[in-house]
């Protein structure tokens, strides 16, 4: 059993700072890849930042503003965004691709959070 749980979410005002976080539990062999992704209502869930050893992705409109970092001691993923836009509202949800201790050895699966909300207003 493997367990997301996101925090940190909340409502801000445009042009401030919100960090979130998000804790990966349970029966974890090894977590290769970690992203943040946001979905709005009507909307496909979409690439915020992934995170894979040292490499970085971000999607085009959070470039400069958000910073994506984990600790794999922790198994915990961090988002940091700054500068924040009333379009960065939605539900945030942290992902991770991992193996388990049950599992086969190199057989990855996608496991994700529950979902934390962001809201900035204008």
């Known amino acids: 059993q493997v367990q997301l749980v996101e925090s940190g979410g909340g409502l801000v005002q445009a042009g401030a700072s919100l960090g979130l976080s998000c804790v990966a539990s349970?029966?974890?062999?090894?977590?290769?890849?970690m992203g943040w992704y946001r979905q709005t209502p009507g909307k496909q869930r979409e690439l915020v930042a992934t995170?894979?050893?040292?490499?970085?992705n971000y999607a085009d409109s959070v470039k400069g503003r958000f910073t994506i970092s984990r600790d794999n001691a922790k198994n915990t993923v961090y988002l940091q965004m700054d500068s924040l836009k009333p379009e960065d509202t939605g539900a945030y949800f942290c992902?991770?691709?991992?193996?388990?201790?049950?599992?086969?050895?190199?057989?990855?699966?996608?496991?994700w959070g529950q979902g934390t909300q962001v809201t900035v207003s204008s």
């Open positions: 995170v894979t050893g040292n490499n970085s």
């Open positions: 992902n991770a691709e991992l193996t388990t201790l049950q599992g086969p050895l190199y057989k990855y699966f996608l496991y």
């Open positions: 349970g029966s974890i062999r090894s977590i290769n890849r």
